[in-house]
């Protein structure tokens, strides 16, 4: 099994160990190494990874509850659990769900936002650009079954896999909401769906933080198809098993020469678009605008759970 | 009110004056420079702007008859008036519209273009691109209500605006029509055109120099949304309202790093594109294809005057 | 009649010998020019051209059978004929088509490339190179009227026209296939399909090899215009006179301004192309998935001719 392996042979996971466990100043935190690997087994709490064998294909299963946020702690675990399936080479293909009820995930945790220090937000930054570095190149066919809403860095996800499916609940929202916020969504983001739904649609659905049912994510281009909830898994299924009938080697140069362009820009930029985050997150009005958003998801919450 | 404050700072117009008064040796007119602040206050001929404290809305009328042709005084007096609201804080949004019957604003005035001096081709030019920087990356919420035909340089200035709203009269088009003149699109018409419909409508269009109705307009993504004409108004101020919705500097950050870039590269190759332009303009062979057009025009207009 | 000009003017065609001809050390073969030049009239065995003065309008009519593959001969009489009309002032319109049946043309003649010296692989790249580069930049209007079957080099010479109808028969598809056979598409193939149908429609179709048929190609914008196949001409000939409407100076700096980046960026990186091509395409475990597709095909021929 492609984790066991893994976790055998320590040295398999530099390219992440050396990004997300080096501190601010650049010295490695051995601690923070062996805590990162004790987590990232299968029955981890944040996350399952299935993988079988007889198809090469690879169920990774959110659930860290309320609602699969982007914490640190989760972000590491997502990318040292992509990390061992992309070294396996008997692992072809990756879908990445969420065991949540409505919830794929909601991305970027604001909690870890507020009142945090800036080398706290720095590594949280560092985490969110390390997640999409990889999901976005990676060499596995990626494909998102998107069973519940998918807000912020959780629509960045999705759209760093290949294909996109969502279930087709008139409830669930996806999209880079950033502005609704009061924040900004990184020029990455802003490239990744542009280059899935183009620059127009882009520029008005970031401008106005909009979210999108799923009919209208289908109709804009944010996801690929749509589909009753009880059919996602299976639907995921035959789609990629359709993606697996291409070469691996063609397909993953093809893919490389799609996506390379931004990918090379994040990477030549990384340490000045995380001073960039920490700068504007750590601002005065926008910590206001986050405290006030808080307040409005914890009224939301508490008139819910009295309502009759 | 934001007109008047800005008339009484006149150190408040550097950026607008210092592009536009300058002669093409570099040397300041004074004399124009007068004219130009005479000219900019809220009831001149070519233009009202009314702004509404309440909402922080500003509505900018053109009125230059016949068409709102882009000539150098139109221009001048465009970017007076817009400059003035982009420092007054409190106003948040701008609606572009005409006062004319079925005319928005016809494009680039090209009796301006005939038989004129080098010179003169070039200051027109530079305030062409003086009205599409300003307007393309204003901090404002700007909308077009586009209530009649909208060809070449209006149909950048529609392009300019955050949002577009067409009245559905199919009398009416809108399309960058250049080389159905025999002249051409500059390279920011065709990235503007490009960023609003993409590559390969942006390629047709300006190709066969296509004009498109409010139905075909918004079926390629050139308008946002089309309404009957009495409705026209009220339309743009609940869209405005929408778009004002989102915290400025969230809106306005975003904004810019979609259309950043172009705005660069028409600010770095600035002076380039004006002698470009000229050389252009004033070759016999364009010149001549030019008073071709407009022997046209007044040979059409002719004939509608005599008609039964 | 133009090319009977351009055969009395051996001098006419310096642009592309001196890129056919000469050997990969630079040396020019003067053999092969003697024969390019034979093979390149009208009555040539692999494709016929007529030129009709009145229209300015020629039509290349390919017939190399069984499915006009792009081999180097057959790449040197299309640019030799290409060239020849180009500069040939009276001729304006290009439509190219087949007369085989059900195929316009079959791409890359993979027979070429199988136990082939790397010097031949990387002449044949650079015939296809070369194809690219005139038919892309061509001054003249150029129409693909595909009435057949257009798998990838195929599908690049119809993307690489200015406009693209295609016959209305669902047997036929078109589309840059690569992927399906193992090999890839090059980086102007993948920016010439993206200047069409934008970058998410492009990715997913060079990562799965998708050949559509002719409904999914006009809903894609593959194609312009599907029309039933005995309108085919008659459609193709009604669409140049729309865009010779259009005054040919204004036309072709349109033209240039919309495509001239990619072509630059081949044109800079010629060579690093033909060596990436050569490198890959020589590989042994390329080899062996080629030589696998063409058992297939073998068979599948056979098959069909013990049919009943």
Redesign the interface.
């Known amino acids: 099994m492609a984790l066991r392996v893994a976790l055998r042979n320590k040295s398999a996971l530099p390219g992440l160990l050396s990004q997300l466990s080096s501190c601010s100043h650049g010295r490695v935190c051995a601690s923070s190494v062996f805590v990162a690997q004790q987590r990232s087994n299968s029955t981890s709490p944040k996350m399952t990874v299935d993988f079988d064998q007889s198809t090469g294909v690879a169920v990774m299963r959110m659930k860290s509850p309320p609602v699969n946020s982007l914490s640190l702690d989760f972000l590491t675990e997502f990318c040292i659990s992509l990390e061992k399936l992309e070294m396996d080479k008997s692992c072809r293909g990756l879908i990445i769900t969420s065991t949540l009820p409505k919830v794929f995930s909601a991305g970027l945790d604001i909690m870890e936002l507020c009142g945090t220090s800036p080398e706290r937000c720095g590594e949280l930054w560092k985490a969110v650009q390390e997640m999409w570095l990889k999901l976005y190149s990676s060499n596995m066919v990626t494909i998102a079954a998107v069973n519940g809403s998918s807000p912020g860095g959780g629509c960045l996800m999705a759209l760093s896999c290949?294909?996109r499916i969502m279930a087709d609940n008139p409830r669930y929202t996806i999209g880079l909401n950033?502005?609704?916020?009061?924040?900004?969504?990184a020029?990455w983001f802003?490239e990744t769906m542009?280059?899935?739904?183009?620059?127009?649609t882009?520029?008005?659905a970031?401008?106005?933080?909009l979210l999108y049912n799923p009919n209208e994510a289908l109709k804009t281009?944010l996801v690929?198809q749509i589909v009753p909830e009880d059919k996602l898994m299976t639907t995921a299924e035959q789609a990629m098993a359709?993606?697996l009938a291409?070469?691996d080697?063609?397909?993953q140069?093809?893919?490389s020469?799609?996506r390379k362009q931004i990918i090379d820009k994040l990477t030549a930029k990384r340490e000045a678009d995380i001073q960039n985050f920490v700068g504007f997150i750590t601002k005065d009005?926008i910590q206001k605008?986050l405290r006030v958003y808080l307040e409005m998801l914890k009224k939301r919450k508490a008139s819910k759970k009295t309502a009759p």
Do not use: C, Q
């Not at 542009?194 to 127009?200: F, L, Y």
């Open positions: 290949d294909y950033e502005t609704s916020l009061g924040i900004v969504a020029f802003k542009s280059n899935t739904v183009g620059h127009r882009t520029e008005m970031l401008a106005l933080g281009g690929d359709k993606w291409i070469p080697h063609a397909r140069i093809t893919k020469m799609m009005s605008s």
